[in-house]
């Protein structure tokens, strides 16, 4: 097979993220001083890989581990196509609490818990992800290492009034600018904890719990007579066509669609 390069397309950002379209024999043998954690699209994502050749499909996880030897190939000879983050294993452990890294086995997974993780940090490549989201992307991914590899954690203590601090904050700060470091100074708790103890009190990750605050203040804005654009600045997002976007997701709508379902059922009731 001829090696051959399509495209190769880096995501802006400070974390790399990229997405690939190869042909044939694509890499050689090489190492990462990273996590490669990434998913296939396309076709058959085929390399060898401690000692047997691995062949991912569609849909699969591929996680390959700091300082492991792997190439790369077309496993029909065909095109295949992928997404994947380039991790640095200290953000993993950070994540964990300084736990060992997690290790998975065979180096492809279909489990649904490191899929969603995946999807989360690898599924919009057209903007950077923000400091809030990268964070959460990356709790969520070592969470997912750890569960996959099998390694069972002891339950801890929630320091719930930190949570409550944090929450807050960010209902405070809707339509503003909400960090890390902000979080960290007002609740007096390290990110991880911070994100640990938010989670088990909320059932959801600070960044989530933003999100949705500002996803429903908006939809109050666009009942109120502001237009879509305006609301989705007036609120936080980046531009439109993010809060676009992140409006679908969370109620299956566009922000015109549900706005005129909306005025549309918008009846009085009666006494």
């Known amino acids: ?7 190769i397309v880096r995501a802006p950002g400070s974390l790399e993220r990229i997405e690939a379209r190869l042909t044939g024999a694509a890499y050689a043998p090489h190492r990462h001083d ?39 190939r077309a496993g029909d000879g065909k095109v295949f196509r992928y ?3 380039y991790v640095a294993p ?3 452990q950070d994540a964990l609490c300084g736990r060992p890294l997690p290790f998975v086995a065979g180096g492809i997974s279909s489990d649904v818990r490191l899929a969603r993780a995946v999807a989360a940090l690898l599924g919009d490549l057209a903007r950077p992800l923000s400091e809030l ?25 929630v320091d719930r009034r930190a949570a409550l601090a944090a929450r807050d904050y960010i209902e405070a700060h809707i339509g503003g600018k ?19 103890d938010f989670r088990a009190t909320f059932g959801t990750s600070p960044y989530r719990y933003l999100t949705a605050r500002r996803l429903d203040k908006a939809r109050r804005m666009m ?10 600045i007036a609120c936080g997002f980046s531009d439109q ?9 969370t109620y299956g709508l566009t922000p015109n669609a549900w706005l005129r379902a909306a005025r549309a059922h918008d009846r009085s009731i009666p006494a």
């Open 90 to 92: 200290v953000r993993i």
């Open 83 to 85: 997404r994947t983050a």
């Open 133 to 157: 989201e990268e964070h959460d992307a990356l709790a969520d991914l070592a969470c997912a290492l750890e569960a996959v590899a099998g390694r069972t954690v002891a339950a801890r203590l």
């Open 241 to 249: 066509s993010h809060f676009g976007r992140l409006f679908k997701k």
């Open 223 to 232: 009942l109120g007579g502001i237009a879509p654009a305006r609301a989705a």
């Open 178 to 196: 909400v960090s890390l470091g902000e979080l960290e100074r007002e609740t007096r708790r390290e990110r991880f904890q911070l994100s640990r």
């Open 1 to 7: 097979m001829t090696a051959r390069t399509d495209r």
């Open 34 to 72: 990273t996590y490669a954690v990434g998913v296939t699209l396309e076709g058959v994502q085929s390399f060898d890989y401690r000692g047997s050749t691995r062949s991912s499909l569609s849909g699969q996880i591929v996680v390959l581990h700091p300082d492991e030897l792997h190439d790369g």
